[in-house]
Antibody, heavy 122, light 106 residues
Framework: QVQLQESGPGLVKPSETLSLTCTVS????????WSWIRQPPGKGLEWIGY???????NYNPSLKSRVTISVDTSKNQFSLNLSSVTAADTAVYYC????????????????WGQGTLVTVSS | IQMTQSPSSVSASVGDRVTITCRAS??????LAWYQQKPGKAPKVLIY???SLQSGVPSRFSGSGSGTDFTLTISSLQPEDFATYYC?????????FGQGTKLQIK
């Protein structure tokens, strides 16, 4: 059974960089695409971006100038860096696996981490 | 692509039939998924490709629609179904979700 676990600081100061890591267990990070999704307290879900096992990325244009997602296949991990954070970046951050059908069409996010709350505050 | 759900919240009783709608700002064929989220938990996929039931999901959940208009129906509400539901388009980038529909006990 594939499991994802987010890790990183729960408190980040304004203007600094938020850094989170997602560790994948129970399966290989290879041959899949991996996303970061966030949810501000009491609000809806926002897709941040994804990375493939080979390192190709796609980011949400609303965050693109501040986001970097990287992968370390040797550790079965992928990471999120979000720079110049403000209070608006306070959210639960989830990592998730993208599920594609046999023809290569994305269908849904099938495995999710439990989520980690990151608060931006001085 | 903007996804708009209605209603934002709904109150219902155990045994009721409930329908939630999701409208896409442009056509997405059948590239739509529905998720259920309970407080403090990650979302869980219920329906994908607009009408395909995810393995292990009870058959009281069903989805329909194509193009811009979609529905999620719960045929007979059970106590464990009270949660927030999100639609998500899988047609193009950026991947976007509806704002959510909170299903509450009447």
């Amino acid at each position: 059974q594939v499991q994802l676990q987010e890790s990183g600081p729960g408190l980040v100061k304004p203007s600094e960089t938020l850094s989170l890591t997602c560790t994948v267990s129970g399966g290989s990070i290879s041959r899949y695409y991996w996303s970061w999704i966030r949810q501000p307290p009491g609000k809806g879900l926002e897709w941040i971006g994804y990375i493939s096992y080979s390192g190709s990325t796609n980011y949400n244009p609303s965050l693109k100038s501040r986001v970097t997602i990287s992968v370390d296949t040797s550790k079965n991990q992928f990471s999120l860096n979000l720079s110049s954070v403000t209070a608006a970046d306070t959210a639960v951050y989830y990592c998730a696996r993208d599920y594609y059908d046999d023809s290569g069409s994305f269908l849904y996010f099938d495995y999710w981490g439990q989520g980690t709350l990151v608060t931006v505050s001085s | 692509i903007q996804m708009t759900q209605s209603p934002s919240s709904v109150s219902a009783s155990v045994g009721d039939r409930v329908t939630i709608t999701c409208r896409a700002s442009q056509g997405i064929n059948s590239w739509l998924a529905w998720y259920q989220q309970k407080p403090g938990k990650a979302p869980k996929v219920l329906i994908y490709a607009a009408s395909s039931l995810q393995s292990g999901v009870p058959s009281r959940f069903s989805g329909s629609g194509s193009g811009t208009d979609f529905t999620l129906t719960i045929s007979s509400l059970q106590p464990e179904d009270f949660a927030t539901y999100y639609c998500q388009q899988a047609n193009s980038f950026p991947r976007t979700f509806g704002q959510g529909t909170k299903l509450q006990i009447k």
